[in-house]
């Protein structure tokens, strides 16, 4: 059984590479059963977005 230690250093790789099946299905069990884990989870896709948005509109704002 994986680890919250474990658990959250495979979502931030996440966001680098794409998981391997076992990965994947070893980090979706553990978020299915470990709250802190599951909105840690919901809250790196939230800032993810977050700071997209952000340096789009930045982006933007340098083009005017």
Not at 12 to 29: A, D
């Amino acid at each position: 059984m994986m680890n919250c230690r474990e658990a959250t250093q495979l979502m931030s790789e996440s966001q680098e590479r794409k998981l391997s099946l076992k990965e994947s299905m070893s980090l979706g069990m553990h978020t299915m059963m470990c709250k802190g884990c599951h909105n840690y989870k919901q809250q790196m896709g939230t800032l993810r977005k977050i700071t997209r948005a952000y340096a789009k509109g930045k982006n933007e704002q340098e083009e005017k």
